[in-house]
């Protein structure tokens, strides 16, 4: 019979030796089962009468070790506790802290000034067209008045596909103007924003892809001074009220008279700096008439309308608006300097 209750008392020892409750309400589960005012050592004090006299100082002395054993697992199992809700805390978020700032991404300054564009254009009423950047050799050249034995191609030197002399990348989006004269009848007024390729060696004024927004009017009695009033327009509202426009005769294969439209620089005013090289004058694209075969070309009659054309590269107008001096920025995605030119206008 005392054995028996040896052994009882001998396998709490054994269960409060092993228990491992995690977590403050299992802590507080093994503090009420064996040190509350309820706990299963209290009727083993009782049990004293039961056992044999020469072993009762044994028994008491078991049973206080077992109380003992009680209390030093409680104390370590509430300590242990408490630092895992510690460190649980530490690893999750403090709420009163300020938010990490969400970085969103900007506008490539290439689009801000392109959409710039479209939008000055937009208010004179002209729409926007885009179309492939692999054209075939009529509409990047030949439509465009530049048979393959013309010097002219020399010009702009092309990215063929290889194994496919028919089609090339796009020299200039002069090709969507020839696109859009054959699928519409005038009146016709677009400007055809887009990507356009050119073999050059790359260096800080050029690079092999580039930006064009090239321009068109096509209607009855279209004539050099329209063209004057809207590069006038155009060079005003994106340079500024002051800025004066200059049309310098050159030469293009499909508009006859041609011209280059150059812009009084608007960084020295006319006083001579080093973006106008000491000549007040900054050139930002080309421009002229459409050459009457251009017009047969598309199916258009060159007796019933006339019309005119432009073209200028965005990342000029971009290097000289935000003063970039060096093309290949625009290709290199570089953060820290793309994420200048968002809210630049
Ligand atoms: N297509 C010409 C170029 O890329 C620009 C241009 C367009 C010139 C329209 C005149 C008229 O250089």
Redesign the pocket.
């Known amino acids: 019979m005392a054995q028996d209750i040896f052994d009882k008392v001998n396998a709490i020892l054994a269960d409060i030796n092993g228990a491992n409750p995690q977590g403050k309400d299992e802590v507080e589960q093994f503090r009420i089962q064996y040190l509350g005012s309820k706990n299963i050592l209290k009727p083993l004090f009782g049990e004293i009468r039961n056992v044999e006299n020469e072993r009762k100082r044994e028994f008491g002395q078991l049973v206080n070790s077992v109380k003992q054993a009680a209390e030093k697992k409680f104390e370590e199992l509430k300590a242990a506790a408490e630092e895992a809700s510690e460190s649980a805390e530490a690893g999750s978020f403090d709420l009163t802290a300020p938010g990490e700032p969400l970085e969103t991404g900007s506008r490539h300054p290439i689009s801000v000034i392109r959409n710039r564009i479209i939008e000055t254009f937009s208010r004179i009423g002209f729409t926007v067209a885009e179309d492939r950047e692999i054209e075939d050799d009529w509409h990047n050249f030949s439509a465009l008045n530049t048979p393959e034995d013309h010097p002219a191609r020399d ?2 030197d092309t990215y063929y596909l290889l194994h496919d002399t028919e089609r090339l990348l796009r ?4 090709s969507v ?1 020839i696109r859009t004269m054959e699928n519409q009848k005038p009146p016709i007024r677009a400007i055809f924003p887009g990507r ?1 390729y050119r073999n050059e060696t790359i260096s800080a004024r050029a690079h092999c892809q580039f930006h ?1 927004v ?1 321009g068109l009017y096509i209607d009855k009695d279209v004539s050099f001074a329209d063209l004057k009033q809207t590069v006038e327009y155009f060079a005003k509202e994106i340079f500024g009220h002051n800025t004066k426009i200059r049309l310098r005769p050159s030469f ?1 294969p ?2 006859e008279p ?1 011209a280059e439209i150059d812009i009084s620089c608007f960084i020295c005013g006319g006083d001579g700096c080093n973006v106008c090289k000491y000549t007040t004058w900054v050139e930002i ?4 008439m459409v050459d009457p075969q251009v017009l047969k070309n598309c199916g258009i009659d060159p007796d019933e309308y006339t019309g005119f ?4 590269g965005v990342e000029r107008i971009a290097m000289l608006k935000y003063r970039v001096n060096d093309i290949r920025l625009f290709f290199e995605n570089d953060v820290r300097f793309l994420k200048q030119f968002d809210s630049a206008w």
């Open positions: 010009m702009q020299t200039h989006t002069s103007q356009v064009q090239e293009f499909f508009t041609s694209g080309g421009c002229g054309a432009f073209g200028m």
